[in-house]
């Protein structure tokens, strides 16, 4: 661990110890969608049917943001089998430090290395295209990163601090890559025509995509896992 992220880790678990309501809350924040990703996906489908003079440019900007989330979730656990396995800090006892959290099991996957962060990936990949699209929006969105995803993961142990810090750095660099014209071109603008064309399927398709979005595709994950654990 760098001297960055045991300063952090250090201030934390001392700090957590008078703060028993602060605690909770965060515990409670990192437990709940409503709190991750249900609001920056709200924010996709407020601005999709808002009324907007660029209303065709703002709809594949949401395209391009959707495809940047599912990118960054393919580099991101690629990053993550291939580089060296980082321990959690809540799983790591060479600390020596107590988290607010003893255990968890519903909010982290111990065999999964601590670097880079998916929810810092994911939601600042989000962020960044809503950014993109309305830029004080954007700026709410960054702040509900900040607030409600990664400081939680780090106060309760579940990530080091250079984890959020890479991981939101990987997010938005993949979206700030698909959403230049150069590359939205080829794909953003066919997407749309089929939203044009064939509505019911398309925005039956994109409510299930949204839904598995806000939840951390937790499903999929499971029957993956599921199937990988049966074979």
Not at 149 to 169: E, F, K, N
Request: a positive charge.
């Amino acid at each position: 661990m760098n001297t960055f992220d045991a300063a952090v880790e250090n201030f934390i678990t001392h700090a957590a110890v008078s703060w028993p309501f602060f605690n909770h809350a965060m515990r409670a924040i990192a437990s709940f969608n409503l709190f991750k990703g249900v609001v920056p996906t709200g924010l996709l489908w407020a601005i999709w049917f808002g009324a907007r003079r660029d209303a065709g440019w703002a709809r594949e900007m949401v395209i391009v943001t959707l495809a940047s989330s599912l990118l960054t979730m393919i580099v991101g656990r690629t990053l993550g089998l291939f580089l060296p396995f980082r321990v959690r800090p809540i799983y790591n006892p060479d600390l020596h430090l107590v988290f607010p959290l003893s255990e968890a099991p519903e909010l982290v996957r111990r065999t999964w290395s601590s670097f880079p962060s998916d929810h810092a990936m994911l939601w600042a990949s989000v962020a960044t295209g809503i950014f993109l699209i309305w830029r004080w929006v954007g700026v709410f969105a960054f702040l509900q990163l900040a607030i409600f995803i990664c400081l939680p993961r780090v106060y309760l142990g579940l990530h080091y601090a250079t984890d959020i810090i890479g991981g939101a750095a990987i997010g938005i660099v993949v979206t700030l890559i698909l959403s230049r014209d150069s590359v939205k071109k080829h794909f953003a603008p066919m997407v749309l025509r089929l939203f044009d064309a064939h509505p019911a399927i398309c925005y039956l398709l994109a409510f299930v995509f949204c839904f598995e979005l806000a939840t951390m595709f937790e499903e999929p994950v499971l029957i993956v896992q599921s199937v990988i654990k049966a074979l």
